[in-house]
């Protein structure tokens, strides 16, 4: 079975720029997050999915970024525009319903110059 | 609010023991997981521990207490290739995604 599959792997990109990043979970995972994770810090979580609903977005900076999940399988997490401080390691993680376990992705490393 | 608390470096040597310590302050508990992470990789499961009690799984084990908001990772047998950071995450409640700590470095050496 595939696990969390992420693409790009990595991206550089000029500040103010556009930038997305695409996930495909777990097949029969309704749960899916994203994640930012920062040089030599854990996890933080941008946004959690109930299949194709948003029920967790506080920690999402809503002036620049947005996300969808739509048919509530893949998704998409996008910036625009970029900056400096975006740089960063972007995890989408998946998990079935009651399991205490997430599956995480190989990540999407973010530069922004 | 949601805190926390492990050690950000421990170095130990090949074939010994290390203990990774998390003690938390959350608004709520359901359990205490830890994840592995090697760098560029994924971060990956390791254990559950939602009752006190200890947990063992191959050369890793897991301790929680509730009452006194701490848990720690127990690498036994330790080899090269166990050099990651090593991440404790508390699920608030059981519909609530994981809170991750800041990671503990481990550098195994020969």
């Known amino acids: 079975e595939a696990g969390v599959v992420q693409s790009p792997r990595y991206k550089i990109i000029e500040k103010k720029q556009p930038v997305a990043f695409w996930c495909n979970p777990i097949?029969?995972?309704?749960?899916l997050y994203w994640y930012r994770q920062n040089l030599g810090q854990g996890p933080e979580l941008l946004i959690r999915?109930?299949?194709?609903?948003?029920?967790?977005d506080s920690q999402l900076p809503k002036d620049r970024f947005s996300a969808e999940r739509l048919k509530g399988v893949d998704s998409t997490l996008k910036i625009q525009p970029a900056e400096l401080g975006d740089s960063a390691v972007y995890l989408c993680?998946?998990?079935?319903?009651?399991?205490?376990?997430?599956?995480f992705g190989q990540g999407t490393r973010l530069t922004v110059v | 609010g949601q805190s926390l608390e492990q050690p950000s470096e421990v170095t130990a040597v090949e074939g010994a023991i290390v203990q990774i310590n998390c003690t938390y302050q959350?608004?709520?508990?359901?359990?205490l997981s830890w994840y592995q992470q090697h760098d560029g990789g994924a971060p990956t499961f390791l254990s559950y521990?939602?009752?006190?009690g200890l947990e063992e799984t191959g050369r890793f084990s897991s301790f929680l207490s509730r009452s006194d908001s701490y848990g720690y990772l127990l690498l036994q047998e330790l080899q090269m290739k166990d050099s990651a950071s090593y991440f404790c995450?508390?699920?608030?409640?059981?519909?609530?995604?994981?809170?991750f700590g800041k990671g503990t470095r481990l550098s195994v050496i020969a």
């Open positions: 097949s029969g995972h309704n749960t």
């Open positions: 959350t608004s709520g508990f359901y359990g």
């Open positions: 999915y109930e299949n194709e609903e948003a029920v967790d």
């Open positions: 521990n939602g009752l006190d």
């Open positions: 995450a508390v699920r608030p409640t059981g519909n609530t995604p994981l809170v």
């Open positions: 993680a998946s998990s079935s319903p009651g399991e205490t376990e997430a599956f």
